[in-house]
């Protein structure tokens, strides 16, 4: 046996055990379903709890990436602190899901060879017992030309076990052979179901296995309804174009994954497709009324970090709001001033000055209005002599000291920007609230009481402008 066999096994005494209880094949994977959602139960409770945390960090993830919008590095490393923090893991809400993937798997296998894993048959003896069917068999039975072949030889089985056990070529392993009934319902479990169900003839088998793959494609959509309305989270908060195109393909999607799995698999996995999605109906309602405190908790938070975010947007526009105030109270203060020079600039003017005032030997002319300090607050160039070495050293400084500067005037130039994208930000608000203003005017002019609608903003704004102005002229003469 290889080591699928071994893995698969505990699956298929599981299924042995219902079988041998029931007498029916499928009852027996209808209480497989069940056992495997008892057994997944707490698992996908834990995923639900996992995804309703990640949700209520939602509004920290976003102030960690506005804060590092620039830097992505960072971005990921505090958002992986922040999970290390609140002990979040992000795929486990994902990961529990996709547990039944990894049970259907297994259960498709031991549906398609139940002599191998029901019976503990290897590849010899099930040569040799398929040679002894095809003797009572009506239509020969071909390993090479269909996959399920075990099913039909089992069906042979089933219908001639004892003429097939008292064969002496069997006799060896004649202990291990099991009379499998795939019947249920009046339904052969083991047949393909086919949609084309005009080109055979109308039985009520026919019809039954056509409706099966039906039936668990309704259940499916059923249940992907049920979960969205139930989920608390999702049914509070507001879906993006993004995540309700995503919503309506996983519906879509879903009952096309099961009417493809009904039209292409025996009937029996039909059967356990319809009963899981039945039971994960059940599951999702009980889920549902068990973390009803923590699916509170959660749309609380969300309810909270949306306030917050409003406040903070209030508060932004407030200090706007009085940063303006105080340019403008800054600039009626101003109205009329020069700007005065510190008074250490106007004691510069000592001797020190005359000695870096000349060509050579000879002092420059300097008469009243001479003012070394005009061009640069260091005062005059100290004379060169072309032919002296140069001053490495000071050369650097220079350079350095026109780099800070430069880093300086860019700093304040992007600070400038900001101020006035604020500005810019408050007028358009401003001038929307005006135009509100100005309808609600027209509609009582209409009525004998018009009324003249300005800019709120716009006097202000004049204001400032004539006093900049004002300061500038003065400043001139």
């Not at 997944?40 to 996992?50: C, D, I, R």
């Not at 070394?372 to 000071?394: C, I, L, N, W």
């Not at 709120?456 to 003469?477: F, L, R």
Request: hydrophobic share 45%; with cysteine.
């Amino acid at each position: 046996m290889d080591f699928a066999y071994y893995i698969l096994t505990p699956f298929s005494w599981l299924l042995q055990f219902f079988y041998d209880l029931t007498g029916s094949y499928g009852f027996a994977l209808i209480l497989f379903a069940v056992v495997v959602k008892l057994i997944l139960f707490p698992f996908s409770l834990k995923g639900k709890k996992s995804m309703i945390q990640m949700n209520m960090l939602q509004g920290k993830m976003q102030q960690i990436q506005r804060k590092y919008a620039n830097d992505k590095q960072r971005q990921n490393l505090e958002i992986q602190k922040l999970y290390e923090k609140e002990k979040v893991n992000p795929m486990g809400g994902c990961l529990w899901s996709l547990l039944p993937i990894f049970i259907l798997l297994p259960l498709y296998a031991i549906i398609r060879q139940p002599m191998k894993y029901m019976m503990g048959l290897d590849e010899t003896q099930i040569t040799t017992l398929i040679d002894v069917l095809n003797q009572y068999a009506t239509t020969a039975i071909d390993p090479s030309k269909s996959v399920y072949y075990q099913l039909i030889a089992s069906n042979v089985l089933f219908e001639n076990f004892d003429a097939v056990v008292a064969n002496p070529a069997v006799a060896a392993f004649a202990d291990n052979l099991k009379q499998l009934d795939f019947s249920f319902l009046g339904l052969a479990l083991s047949t393909v179901p086919t949609w084309k169900i005009w080109a055979g003839p109308i039985t009520w088998n026919a019809i039954g296995t056509f409706l099966i793959p039906i039936v668990s494609a309704c259940t499916g959509l059923l249940f992907s309804i049920i979960s969205m309305r139930t989920n608390q989270l999702n049914k509070n908060q507001p879906e993006n174009e993004q995540a309700k195109s995503t919503s309506r393909t996983m519906m879509i999607m879903s009952p096309v994954i099961s009417l493809w799995v009904g039209y292409s698999m025996p009937a029996a996995m039909s059967i356990y497709w319809v009963s899981n999605n039945v039971l994960s109906l059940v599951q999702e309602l009980l889920a549902g009324r068990i973390l009803k405190k923590d699916y509170e908790a959660a749309a609380a938070a969300r309810a909270e970090q949306e306030r917050l975010e409003k406040e903070e947007e209030k508060q932004r526009r407030r200090e706007a709001a009085e940063r303006k105030a105080q340019a403008i109270a800054d600039a009626k203060a101003n109205r009329g001033k020069k700007k005065a020079k510190p008074a250490e600039e106007k004691k510069k003017s000592d001797a020190s000055v005359i000695d870096v005032s000349r060509v050579g030997i000879r002092s420059y002319a300097r008469g009243r209005a001479y003012d070394p300090y005009r061009y640069s607050p260091d005062g005059p160039t100290p004379y060169k002599d072309p032919g002296a070495p140069v001053d490495e050293t000071a050369v650097e400084k220079a350079l350095e000291k026109k780099s800070d500067h430069l880093q300086a005037v860019a700093a304040e130039g992007v600070a400038d920007e900001l101020i006035v994208n604020e500005i810019l930000e408050e007028n358009a608000a401003a001038d929307s609230a005006a135009e509100t203003t100005e309808t609600v005017e027209s509609a009582a002019a209409d009525a004998g009481d018009a009324a003249d609608v300005q800019d709120p903003w716009a006097g202000i704004d004049a204001e400032v402008e004539a006093i900049n102005a004002e300061t500038q002229d003065k400043d001139k003469e």
